[in-house]
């Protein structure tokens, strides 16, 4: 969708910018096109709604959980084997109603997501600890025409530095995995006056390995430190723990 319209749209001077939640947005956007401005983050975290208020531990036992990523039920597989976990389609109502009507016990969601709707509906944060998100999850992405130097100066006057320089960490990261291991990972950056660090997380698809890395680096460089963690993640044997994802992933969103 990115590409064929949204692409097309600002290229052709249909808009002048797109509003996007930022971890859709492609590490190879079109050359003509900019991330101009990145807003302040809001969570990062993701949720879980349920019908009852029970959380994942209380949940009870042979309870279908739905969710649209495969990587989010790898993670609730290594809490909770004896739960039964779908996929799961349709906007963030859509799914949020499932539980509603009884499809499912529980949905999982980015807690940005409902946030941003205003949803009132009962869900309990999950840890980053046990659920690291997808990279740039709870940011929002303002893209607009790369030499359109009046709008990217707009943009700028609502950019907040803070959640840029994280997010590009996250996102140098995201690229050095697409562009070489080919499988999802859990990834966050946090940041203060002088340092920035950036901790990952990657798991064989049957929840039984995973790898988790935490790094520091210069806050002036993002980039370099989502390269090196990369970089790092190649040596400690992910191909092994990355061997049969992509053919797991076809299977899920076949489903």
């Known amino acids: 969708i990115f590409e064929k319209e949204i692409d097309k749209a600002v290229a052709e001077k249909e808009i002048d910018f797109a509003v996007h939640s930022l971890k859709d947005v492609p ?34 036992s042979g309870a279908v959980i739905g969710t649209s990523s495969l990587r989010r039920a790898v993670q609730v597989s290594r809490i ?42 009962k869900h309990s944060v999950l840890p980053t600890k046990d659920f690291p998100p997808s990279p740039g999850q709870g940011a929002l992405a303002i893209v607009c025409r790369a030499d359109d130097e009046k709008t990217i100066s707009m943009l700028k006057k609502i950019e907040d530095t803070k959640s840029r320089t994280e997010i590009e960490a996250e996102r140098a ?35 039984k390995k995973a790898i988790t890395l935490e790094r520091t680096g210069d806050i ?36």
């Open 27 to 60: 590490s190879d956007i079109a050359e003509s096109l900019t991330i101009a401005c990145i807003p302040t983050r809001e969570s990062s975290n993701d949720v879980i709604i349920t019908k009852d208020g029970s959380n994942l531990k209380t949940i009870q």
């Open 80 to 121: 909770r084997q004896d739960v039964v976990v779908k996929p799961v389609r349709g906007n963030i109502e859509t799914r949020v109603n499932k539980v509603t009507d009884g499809k499912f016990d529980a949905v999982i969601l980015a807690e940005a997501g409902i946030s941003r709707l205003g949803l009132d509906v």
């Open 173 to 207: 990261l995201s690229e050095y995995v697409e562009s070489g291991c080919r499988f999802p990972v859990g990834a966050l950056a946090t940041s203060d006056s002088n340092m920035l660090k950036l901790t990952v997380s990657a798991y064989s698809v049957d929840g």
């Open 220 to 255: 002036s460089k993002p980039k370099d430190l989502g390269k090196d963690i990369g970089e790092e993640l190649q040596k400690t044997g992910i191909a092994e723990i990355a061997s049969n994802w992509r053919e797991s992933l076809d299977e899920w969103n076949k489903k």
